[in-house]
């Protein structure tokens, strides 16, 4: 099914351990972006990328990096794990106006 | 700054009446705007969109949202609630990006749980 995949569902990670959140679709969007959601605060923009080789910072970019080396994957490396980071991340990618936005179904992490 | 705000945490209405979930927008230039409805345990789904034209726009599960330029706000509306609507409802603004016409970011606001009872 056309749409944007997100792995793993669910990681729970120790202080001070890096990870990769992996995120692919196959709808050969340019744009592709990274979320983070918390209670009360609604999603924010930590990273996106508007095509291949291209990426640029959101809102909350710190502890996060990504890079985009094929229009169809857009990984998220958290460097050093923190408390701080324990939230649900979403991955979505667009085409452009008429056409929106397509969400994953999230990875709910949990930094101990 | 540019901002999307949901001034209500939660709506709670009774089941066949009609209900509507708040959303106001701070942006320069022309807005583009967005519902997305999000139900337990799982993400964000589209349902629907402002980008220009007529000002009622009605989108999935019968939703319809408001844009009203003068009151920079963009309401959204169901003319009968079901139990089945009771979600996290989020409101976003797509801005333009610098150097970019079609870099996409897309902010949201807070979010409201809507709550139908029977």
């Known amino acids: 099914n056309a749409g944007v995949t997100q792995t793993p569902k669910f990681q729970v990670l120790k202080t001070g351990q890096s990870m990769t959140l992996q995120c692919a679709q196959d709808?050969?969007?340019?744009?592709m972006s990274w979320y983070r959601q918390d209670p009360g605060m609604g999603l924010r923009l930590i990273h996106y990328s508007v095509g291949a080789g291209i990426t640029d910072q959101g809102e909350v970019p710190n502890g996060y990096n990504v890079s985009r080396s094929t229009t169809e994957d857009f990984p998220l490396r958290l460097l050093s794990a923190a408390p701080s980071q324990t939230s649900v991340y979403f991955c979505?990618?667009?085409?452009?106006?008429?056409?929106?936005?397509?969400f994953g179904s999230g990875t709910r992490l949990t930094v101990v | 700054a540019q901002s999307v705000a949901q001034p209500e945490d939660q709506v709670n209405v009774a089941e066949g009446n009609p209900l509507t979930v708040k959303c106001t927008y701070s942006?320069?230039?022309?807005?583009?705007l967005f519902w997305y409805v999000q139900y337990p345990n799982r993400g964000l789904q589209f349902l629907l969109k402002y980008i220009t034209g007529d000002n009622l726009v009605k989108g999935s599960y019968g939703f319809e949202a408001e844009f009203n330029k003068s009151q920079t706000s963009f309401h959204l509306k169901k003319p009968s609630a079901l139990v089945s609507d009771s979600a996290l409802y989020f409101c976003?603004?797509?801005?333009?990006?610098?150097?970019?016409?079609?870099?996409?970011?897309?902010?949201f606001g807070q979010g409201t749980t809507l709550q139908v009872k029977p």
């Open positions: 979505a990618s667009y085409r452009d106006i008429n056409y929106g936005y397509t």
């Open positions: 942006v320069s230039g022309n807005p583009y």
């Open positions: 709808m050969n969007h340019e744009y």
């Open positions: 976003a603004v797509r801005l333009e990006g610098h150097g970019s016409s079609n870099t996409g970011k897309l902010i």
